[in-house]
């Protein structure tokens, strides 16, 4: 007779914020599935069952990364998306901006369908995506082409799950002030998807833009410390509570010039925590935004309650994207996406990219990542094809 579970995910603390559970439990998982979560599923000498020993660790949904750069071979700066992943616990990563409308279908053959990691799009409103930097994306009109971007999305509805639109100032959108981010609302709105925004280095008043957007547009790099950021006259400005409380969605995007512990601590004193945590890795960031877990222990530092961090990369980032029927949780059905993660109780230093450090008390890494049922770097696992073409 077939085992009950081809794998068992064992003695673990697991922290599933979808289903509001935070318990003791096994995980059992076949063919690439979760088919149950309860106490002692299975024997530790099981045979044709494959234990994997989460004492000691969180068990948590396989994270996703919201904001990463992962078009290689198109686009400069970007990081191979199964190096990201493979070590840090992350299954899913979305790809901020690197394709555009006519870059989309190159990207999907190219990067989508030769990753072992499940990799999903914001889909640049400039046509060329992120492959012309560092001359900007959005210096041209012409380039901010609304219906390209509408079509593309009705052909790759499996891939892209919102836009991305960078008011990065004038080198990304010279005299063109907010008008990229007013063509991203447009095909937004008119295709009901979100609008990611970078806001780093802005040239526009932070109220004025963020008068502009609505529920389930998402603020990256939303503890910035460039000059029209969240932080207005040493306090977090009212039109960021104003966005949240009409549904605009917060999210960290680390990066390399995009996170200042100043005014993350100035929001952390409101309790304005992110709505979603991300790296914004590149080449350039993999050095101070070194993985998903390094990025949620800065949030642990700021004071973010643990359960928070972790919903804000599993559940919280699934329904941002969309996604939260099949991501960011364990509930049985879902494909088996999993993340054990070791919380280190140690004095640890963390730097931010504005030359600032904080102490922080604890430090996350990933032990494990299983993505589809299969433990990743070992063997291929019978479920994993499965699964893989099935979700
Ligand atoms: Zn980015």
Redesign the pocket.
Known sequence: MAPRFDLVVKGGRVVDPAQQIDDLLDVGVRRGRVVELGPDLAPADASGTRIVDASGGLVVPGLVDI?A?VYSGVCPLTVPADEMSSQTGVTTIVS??DAGANTIEGFRQLIVNASRTRVLAFLNISTIGLASFPVGESLELGLLDVDAAATAISRFPDVIVGLKVRQGGASVTGSNGLEPMRRALVVGRAVGLPVMV?ITDCDAPIDELLAMLGTGDIV?HCFTGSAHSLRQNGRLTAAATDARARGVLFDV?H?AGSFDFDVADIAAKSDFWPDTIST?L?SISASKAKSLPDVMSKMLAIGMPLKAVIAAVTSKAARAIGRADRLGTLRPGVVADIAVLDLHHEQVQLSDTFGHTRSGQERLTARLTIRAGAVWGAPSHPGMGVAVLAE
């Open positions: 904001h750069h901020a901006g970078h990256t995007g990066g914004d590149h």
